[in-house]
């Protein structure tokens, strides 16, 4: 349907900012020494806010605030959406209860995966899907014979994650009772100002967490709450550079990082099954229809899966981001999408595909190649490389019920 | 006069590039053109003064960048300039813009459909996929399939292994793309009216056919395909107009010591023992070479300037029936100032882009009913740049250049030649659409030149006007393109040559024609190019 005429003129000044503001904006811009931005999906957002590094400590020692609104948010709703969520999704819809999110993935019927985000079952007949690209065409076209409604809300919802050891002492001293009940992937409402705010146990960083989600008008209020309670809690906002250590730490993969989503692949060959990324504990072939079934099936039967993404313990200190995998030095294997030194793990850790065999039945003798440019030289090293489990960290904390104050 | 080794009939893009690389390469080439300037439908002329007209052709992206640095022709004064976007203006007082910036887009277009908005990334995406596989064969020549020379078989087997990196999905898509409509390809995308009629522009430009006849959604591959400096897909303008390709070409070839004639009407083709042997003038004279080559449509260089009992029946007759129809005209307008469009926000980028008023498909197949009646389209589309907003080259401070390309326009009017009544008539339609949408455009006009096909057949030699020397659609194309067993560069008449938008890989100022023909020519004559880039790699 094409919108009306005065919603559509009252939409034209978007030109003025190509980047949008979240809902946040004004509360970060206020705080951030580094005005170091970058943009995410069409918002401005901090790569930095005070330090980098200092903030991945936030993270884990205290409690951190990132802003997650530039997620993109869709709300399924209508009698039919478990049944459609089903459908659509690899994972098993119908164990999802309500007040419980998980973690999936959609695949088209290539079984190529399309995107992997979070489901949120708020009511028996609602649902929020979070991700990371957009897909408001395969949605509605899957939805055909499904008596579903699906909304894109993106711009509506403001959404902020509070990840750290710290983070349920701040949401208790801002007055969320109750929330000590919240386990890992649960979600509740709770009351805020005149309305509410759906909070879940939740995160990217592998550490105990939450992600709140509220209507952008009451953004703000959101904010300050938890600014206030948190002051004694060691509370900081935060920018992507020091959440994408932490969830390097806990193992997450990023679409379009670590592997590229179907949708946006020029190159046939760079689509993935979801055994090819990892992601393959998420497929439940007992249900018997969702799309990219048979194919997945077909793969696994036929061994023609031609890709495997593992966690890597790399020897020495230096991260080895975008390096080429070698099998016994001289093969090429595969390649390192993200590299951290782990500051809690006090190892150098990475995420990589590899192409197999290699990573399945040749897992010994691999090597990595990294290229360190050091003061305009490029220092280059062949360091053995272990595959090792993810996550890289285990944090008692982030599971601990009720959990603690610290 | 001495004989040269090769004369080429015409001076445009293609026939200047060939003519470089002849040249480069130890030949002694003669250009003969018929006009007292060369460039053929890639010009700048000065019609009214202190005015440059892009007066045929008017944004570049196509022409090679291979070609533009074996040929110098940065050193010889081209620049590309690219430029943002545009606006389709809509009927109901909105607009709906493109522009360059990934979110801009989408959010531009989810003033009017969200789906939309989402849906745009797919279809850019297929689309790059189809570009991606056409673009290194643009620079190839194409295989001839019933021939069985090892080079047409090992060109067959890079096609192939071309295709073979797709998916089974994507070489479905493959097909279906060269041969199905834009209306029903957009259809697939897309579900807003507007957005559609915005984006199947590409696909019927210089076209004999609907956005809803099969076979335009290649033609709009075809105006994907292009880039400016890497940016595949992006459209620019050549700074001081189209004329800046052919002069920075003309003074390449005359670095490397090639002549050129203008005034040199050529009236035929000698041949002797069924051998080209060089042209006759119009005046009677007789320049020879030891080959020729036209930059001439096929029509015009097999039905006119070469003797018909020089050729075989079959051949003949193809070209007869070669589609090269008449569809297209153009308005090229000197203005006072730069004129407004209170639709568009202060100072928006669109004024700098393509802007249009074509605002539903229906509208679009309605122009074209008018042209299958024989007349020009009375509620027409129009393409319209205003290149002076980013080239200061092109018109006096404050005044500005505006090129109308404008679809449907007939070569004759019901059967009839053209009055000049009827170029006011059609003239009129246009300027009354842009006045629609820009109050005051008519007081802003100092001097305007109307071109229906028939003064482009007139001037350029175009056969109907038309803009690529023949349609682009799939029975037109690679291997078949002009003539079967012909899509070589090569014709019946040992010794003579194409080399225009006519052969492979078609229309539009891409100069690929030039530097194929070029290749095989001097495949022909055991010679090595001095410097010819393959065609860059697509990663």
């Known amino acids: 349907m094409m919108l009306e005429m005065n919603t559509r003129r009252a939409l034209q000044g978007?030109?003025?900012?190509?980047?949008?503001?979240?809902?946040?904006?004004?509360?970060?811009?206020?705080?951030?020494?580094?005005?170091?931005?970058?943009?995410?999906?069409?918002?401005k957002a901090?790569?930095?806010?005070?330090?980098?590094?200092?903030?991945?400590?936030?993270?884990?020692?205290?409690?951190?605030?990132?802003?997650?609104?530039?997620?993109?948010?869709?709300?399924?709703?209508?009698?039919?959406?478990?049944?459609?969520?089903?459908?659509?999704?690899?994972?098993?819809?119908?164990?999802?209860?309500?007040?419980?999110?998980?973690?999936?993935?959609?695949?088209?019927?290539?079984?190529?995966?399309?995107?992997?985000?979070?489901?949120?079952?708020?009511?028996?007949?609602?649902?929020?899907?979070?991700?990371?690209?957009?897909?408001?065409?395969?949605?509605?076209?899957?939805?055909?014979?499904?008596?579903?409604?699906?909304?894109?809300?993106?711009?509506?919802?403001?959404?902020?994650?509070?990840?750290?050891?710290?983070?349920?002492?701040?949401?208790?001293?801002a007055g969320f009772d109750c929330i000590e009940r919240l386990k890992p992937f649960q979600l509740a409402d709770f009351p805020h100002e005149d309305g509410s705010v759906t909070i879940s146990r939740t995160g990217f960083t592998g550490d105990l967490g939450y992600e709140l989600f509220v209507p952008a008008e009451a953004a703000l209020s959101l904010w300050d709450r938890l600014w206030t309670a948190g002051q004694l809690h060691g509370i900081r906002a935060i920018g992507y550079a020091a959440l994408n250590r932490a969830r390097i730490?806990?193992?997450?993969?990023?679409?379009?990082?670590?592997?590229?989503?179907?949708?946006?692949?020029?190159?046939?060959?760079?689509?993935?099954?979801?055994?090819?990324?990892?992601?393959?504990?998420?497929?439940?072939?007992?249900?018997?229809?969702?799309?990219?079934?048979?194919?997945?099936?077909?793969?696994?039967?036929?061994?023609?899966l031609k890709h495997v993404l593992v966690g890597l313990e790399i020897e020495g200190n230096i991260p080895a981001d975008g390096a080429i995998i070698y099998h016994r030095k001289k093969h090429e294997a595969g390649l390192v999408s993200a590299a951290i030194w782990s500051p809690l793990a006090?190892?150098?850790?990475?995420?990589?595909?590899?192409?197999?065999?290699?990573?399945?039945?040749?897992?010994?003798?691999?090597?990595?190649?990294?290229?360190?440019?050091?003061?305009?030289?490029?220092?280059?090293?062949?360091?053995?490389a272990r595959i090792v489990p993810r996550p890289f960290i285990k944090l008692d904390r982030r599971a601990a019920a009720p959990p603690g104050l610290f | 006069m001495k004989k040269c080794d090769v004369v080429m009939i015409g001076g445009g893009h293609n026939g200047l590039v060939a003519a470089c690389y002849l040249q480069r390469a130890g030949l002694d080439v003669l250009v003969l053109e018929k006009n007292d300037w060369v460039g053929g439908a890639a010009t700048s002329r000065e019609l009214t003064p202190g005015f440059l007209y892009s007066n045929c052709s008017y944004v570049c992206s196509l022409f090679r960048p291979e070609i533009m640095r074996d040929l110098e022709l940065p050193k010889?004064?081209?620049?590309?300039?690219?430029?943002?976007?545009?606006?389709?203006?809509?009927?109901?007082?909105?607009?709906?813009?493109?522009?360059?910036?990934?979110?801009?887009?989408?959010?531009?277009?989810?003033?009017?459909s969200k789906r939309d908005a989402e849906a745009y990334d797919r279809y850019a995406r297929d689309v790059t996929r189809q570009c991606r596989f056409i673009q290194p064969l643009l620079m190839r020549t194409a295989p001839d399939p019933f021939s069985f020379k090892p080079r047409d078989i090992s060109e067959l087997l890079y096609l192939g292994k071309k295709f073979g990196e797709f998916s089974a999905h994507d070489m479905a898509q493959t097909l279906r793309f060269w041969t199905m409509s834009i209306s029903d390809f957009l259809d697939e995308y897309f579900e807003t009216d507007v957005i559609k009629a915005y984006l199947a522009l590409?696909?019927?430009?210089?076209?004999?056919?609907?956005?809803?006849?099969?076979?335009?959604?290649?033609?709009?591959?075809?105006?994907?395909?292009?880039?400016?400096?890497?940016?595949?897909?992006?459209?620019?303008?050549?700074?001081?107009g189209m004329g800046a390709v052919t002069q920075a070409l003309a003074s390449s070839f005359q670095a490397s010591g090639g002549t050129i004639r203008t005034g040199a009407d050529v009236a035929r083709v000698m041949t002797r023992s069924g051998r080209a042997t060089g042209v006759v003038l119009a005046d009677g004279e007789e320049v020879r070479g030891n080959l020729v080559v036209s930059n001439a449509d096929v029509k015009r260089t097999f039905l006119k300037l070469v003797e018909e009992d020089a050729l075989p029946e079959t051949f003949v007759h193809r070209v007869k029936h070669f589609k090269m129809r008449g569809s297209s005209g153009k308005l090229n307008i000197a203005l006072d100032s730069l004129p407004e469009f209170p639709a568009l926000p202060k100072n928006s980028s669109c004024i700098r882009g393509d802007l249009h008023f074509t605002d539903s498909m229906e509208r679009m197949e309605r122009a074209y009913d008018d042209w299958k009646a024989g007349r020009y389209s009375a509620d027409p589309f129009v393409d319209m740049v205003i290149p002076t907003t980013l080239d200061p080259t092109m018109a006096p401070p404050g005044k500005h250049f505006m090129s109308c390309f404008v679809q449907y326009c007939p070569p004759q009017i019901e059967g009839r030649d053209w009055t000049d009544a009827d170029r006011d008539a059609f003239a009129d339609t246009v300027v009354s659409q842009i006045a629609d949408y820009s109050p005051g455009f008519r007081d802003r006009i100092l001097h305007m030149e109307v071109r229906t096909p028939h003064e482009i057949e007139t001037e350029v030699g175009l056969t109907e006007g038309n803009i690529f020397q023949g349609e682009l659609t799939f029975d037109q194309l690679l291997f078949n393109r002009p003539v079967p067993g012909y899509a070589q560069y090569r014709s019946p008449v040992p010794g003579l040559y194409l080399c225009g938008s006519s052969t492979h890989p078609g229309g539009g100022v891409m100069g690929a024609p030039g530097r194929n023909a070029a290749a095989e020519i001097l495949r022909d004559l055991k010679l090595k190019p001095a410097e010819m880039s393959p065609a860059h790699d697509v990663i």
């Not at chain 1, 072939?285 to 799309?291: A, G, L």
């Not at chain 1, 197999?356 to 220092?379: F, H, K, M, N, S």
């Open chain 2, 202 to 240: 590409s696909g019927i430009i210089g076209t004999a056919l609907g956005a809803m006849s099969p076979g335009t959604a290649y033609v709009l591959l075809h105006h994907y395909m292009g880039e400016v400096d890497g940016s595949v897909g992006a459209w620019g303008y050549a700074r001081g």
């Open chain 1, 14 to 43: 978007h030109i003025a900012t190509p980047r949008f503001e979240t809902p946040f904006h004004p509360r970060i811009a206020a705080i951030s020494e580094t005005s170091d931005w970058y943009t995410w999906a069409g918002y």
């Open chain 1, 46 to 173: 901090p790569h930095s806010v005070f330090d980098e590094e200092l903030e991945y400590f936030a993270i884990r020692s205290t409690a951190a605030l990132f802003d997650i609104s530039p997620m993109v948010k869709y709300r399924i709703a209508g009698p039919d959406a478990e049944r459609y969520l089903n459908r659509l999704t690899v994972r098993n819809v119908a164990k999802l209860s309500t007040g419980r999110v998980h973690y999936t993935a959609w695949c088209d019927d290539h079984g190529h995966v399309l995107d992997d985000g979070t489901l949120f079952r708020l009511s028996a007949d609602t649902f929020r899907l979070c991700c990371q690209e957009r897909h408001l065409p395969w949605l509605l076209d899957s939805a055909i014979g499904f008596d579903v409604g699906i909304e894109e809300e993106t711009m509506q919802i403001a959404g902020l994650a509070l990840q750290g050891p710290t983070s349920f002492a701040v949401l208790s001293n």
């Open chain 1, 346 to 384: 006090k190892r150098n850790i990475a995420i990589a595909s590899l192409t197999r065999p290699y990573g399945t039945r040749l897992t010994e003798d691999l090597w990595v190649e990294i290229y360190a440019l050091r003061e305009l030289q490029y220092q280059k090293m062949m360091k053995r």
């Open chain 2, 76 to 112: 010889h004064g081209l620049q590309v300039i690219a430029y943002e976007g545009g606006a389709v203006f809509t009927r109901d007082g909105d607009y709906i813009a493109s522009y360059r910036d990934h979110d801009s887009h989408r959010r531009e277009f989810a003033r009017y």
């Open chain 1, 249 to 304: 730490e806990a193992g997450f993969i990023v679409a379009n990082a670590d592997f590229m989503t179907a949708e946006t692949a020029l190159r046939a060959d760079r689509a993935r099954m979801p055994d090819e990324i990892g992601l393959e504990w998420l497929v439940d072939t007992e249900k018997p229809n969702f799309n990219g079934r048979k194919a997945i099936l077909e793969a696994r039967r036929n061994q023609t």
